[in-house]
């Protein structure tokens, strides 16, 4: 079972100017903040917002077509010749990534966007909303 006790993998997609670059981090939920910080980096770096500086946070969701299978195109041609091979290539799910979007003004009022893809954004959504009511 996932807990939100501890920090929470994401990968930061680069849109805030207040973390050096994109890439994996770790993100905290606190008692009156958010925190963003590099893995195995001094614990002086990194981004923590106040839940009083956060305007919105939500979810968006990046689809992804998955490349053509191989494998199901051999059983396509065998099953329906050329044509199921082409069929067969082209079946598959697409992947759904999701991200947290978490919209905040810094101390000038200036608007930013974090934005961190996570299997687990819809519940960093909801034990972040339930810091903001």
């Known amino acids: 079972m996932f807990s939100l006790a501890a920090p929470t993998k994401v990968f930061y997609l ?3 100017q207040s973390l050096s670059k994109p890439g994996e981090y ?3 939920i ?3 903040h958010v925190r963003l910080q590099e893995p195995m980096k001094n614990k ?3 981004l923590s917002v106040p839940y009083n500086q956060i305007s919105d946070v939500s979810v968006s969701y990046d689809v992804k077509p998955k490349s053509f299978s191989f494998g199901k195109a051999v059983a396509g041609d065998i099953l329906a010749g050329p044509i ?3 069929a067969g290539g082209g079946m598959g799910k697409k992947k759904v990534e999701p991200s947290l979007v978490l919209t905040y003004k810094d101390q000038s ?3 930013h966007q974090i934005v961190a893809t996570s299997k687990h954004a819809e519940l960093l959504q909801k034990k972040i909303q ?3 009511s």
Do not use: I, P, T
């Open 14 to 16: 680069g849109s805030d």
């Open 26 to 28: 770790n993100l905290s």
């Open 30 to 32: 606190k008692g009156d």
């Open 44 to 46: 002086k770096f990194g």
């Open 84 to 86: 199921g091979a082409l």
């Open 109 to 111: 009022g200036q608007q």
């Open 130 to 132: 339930n810091h903001l």
